[in-house]
């Protein structure tokens, strides 16, 4: 090619104006358009604008990383939509309802229901809503009811009706973002929290801001909780905070509650040992000098999501159970028997097969009454036995950077199951792997000498957790 042609070239690539950056409603507008003109039986205009939607959600993914629930819901719903990608749409429906923690109990069954409608053997009449976010937003009334999100996984449940949190005072989510403080200014952090609750015992201890009984008790948590970013570094990728994490620390689930209530208007179940908001980048729990694991169960929630935005409910809440229960290491977790695993043996009969695990949604992990309690208690250690499965197989990494990777592609036109996942990497049908689970769980329980049998969690041995007296909860 001769320097002039190049020339020429250059000066009509500059020409050409870039691809306008996409926003949610750019991709809404051109959702409603093409529904409009399937509606209207204009198909040639409906395939014209489904193909510009299509490549405007490929750009809005190179733009952004991984694309969020809000735009996966309408590629999916818009999918569903055209016969040759039905297939396609019932995926990013499923990959929705599998990881969107932020849909209530309605706004999972509106997921449900567009998914039985893309899954059904006759293709239906076009008749979705004219806004499939506003409807569902409608139909949710609203997606964080709080305007934060709580995560309370590492929790303990007593036996009060009330299991789900509700917001009593909410604090607005801006304020919330305007606490983070960049991890390069750590006084400007401590400072800020001094100025909030001036009788608070806090300092800072790498990362980390945290309050304690004692300035010696806090900073001694700290240096607890600094164990635990390396191994997380080293063998997941989950990388330090690049804000300052603030660590609100409690003797009690009742002093968990007054925390929740007074700094981020949440009402708490009772018996809750830890929740985190990542709004603001605290977390507040249960802990004390030489027992933080409550709060390392809430520190993988809080870090995790920079790198695995939308992990599987099975694969982040079963791998924070069991970092909460491990010996941290340098580069790696050392996971062994736990109360964890004294809790799937008695619930045993209630554990989901390893092929419902992987298709259980965020919103099941939580125990809807009293009578549920147990039910969601076998689903938790299921989810943490399942990740000590893997390590003892040699194949958690694996797995996890797989499901990280390769389950749904940015532009979302790549999707592998977490099943296919499973089962290309373990070599095993999942039947067979969940049958090799039970063996291998019943061999552990053979191999444990009977007088070292965890009989629940203890009120302060090394990373365990809370008093053996409360029960474990979502």
Not at 277 to 287: H, K, L, N, Q, Y
Request: glycine fraction near 6%; include cysteine; charge should be neutral.
């Amino acid at each position: 090619m001769n320097r002039s042609f190049q020339i020429v070239c250059l000066i009509i690539l500059s020409l050409i104006p870039p691809a306008a950056s996409q926003t949610i409603d750019d991709l809404s507008k051109l959702w409603q358009d093409t529904y409009a003109a399937l509606k209207n039986s204009d198909q040639s205009t409906a395939d014209t604008l489904f193909k510009r939607f299509n490549q405007s959600v490929r750009l809005y993914g190179q733009e952004n990383g991984r694309p969020g629930w809000k735009v996966e819901l309408l590629a999916g719903s818009l999918n569903c939509l055209f016969p040759q990608s039905r297939t396609q749409g019932a995926q990013i429906l499923e990959h929705v309802r599998e990881t969107a923690r932020d849909l209530n109990e309605k706004g999972m069954a509106e997921v449900n229901r567009l998914l039985q409608n893309c899954t059904a053997q006759q293709v239906a009449p076009v008749s979705e809503p004219l806004d499939p976010l506003g409807n569902l937003v409608a139909t949710s009334a609203t997606y964080q009811a709080p305007r934060l999100r709580a995560d309370t996984k590492a929790g303990y449940l007593n036996d009060r009706d009330h299991v789900s949190g509700v917001a009593v005072s909410p604090v607005e989510a801006a304020e919330l973002l305007s606490r983070r403080v960049p991890v390069s200014e750590p006084q400007k952090a401590l400072q800020a929290l001094r100025a909030r609750e001036p009788r608070a015992n806090a300092v800072i201890v790498g990362d980390f801001v945290v309050t304690g009984a004692s300035t010696g008790d806090a900073r001694r948590i700290g240096n607890c909780l600094e164990t635990y970013l390396s191994p997380l570094k080293q063998e997941f990728e989950i990388d330090a905070p690049r804000y300052m994490v603030t660590v609100y620390t409690a003797d009690s689930p009742h002093r968990v509650s007054e925390s929740a209530a007074k700094r981020h208007g949440l009402d708490l179940p009772g018996g809750v040992a830890a929740y985190s908001v990542r709004e603001d980048m605290s977390m507040s729990g249960m802990a004390y000098p030489s027992s933080c694991g409550s709060l390392a169960h809430e520190l993988v929630h809080l870090l995790i999501k920079d790198r695995f935005p939308m992990g599987p409910a099975w694969l982040e809440e079963g791998l924070a159970s069991e970092v909460a229960v491990a010996a941290p290491h340098a580069k790696r977790f050392r996971l062994s028997w736990s109360w964890r695993d004294d809790m799937l043996q008695h619930t045993f009969e209630l554990r989901p097969t390893v092929e419902t695990l992987l298709k259980t949604p965020w919103g099941d992990f939580s125990a809807t009454s009293s009578d549920d309690l147990r039910r969601a208690a076998a689903l938790q250690a299921m989810a943490a036995i399942f990740i000590r499965y893997l390590d003892a197989k040699g194949k958690l990494k694996e797995v996890y950077f797989a499901a990280r990777d390769q389950h749904i592609s940015a532009d979302l036109s790549q999707y592998r199951s977490y099943k296919q996942i499973l089962e290309q990497i373990l070599g095993e049908s999942v039947d067979r792997v969940d049958r090799d689970f039970v063996a291998w769980f019943k061999h552990e329980q053979e191999m444990l000498p009977k007088d070292d049998t965890p009989k629940g969690p203890p009120c302060k041995g090394p990373t365990q957790g809370p008093c053996q007296t409360m029960k474990t909860a979502s």
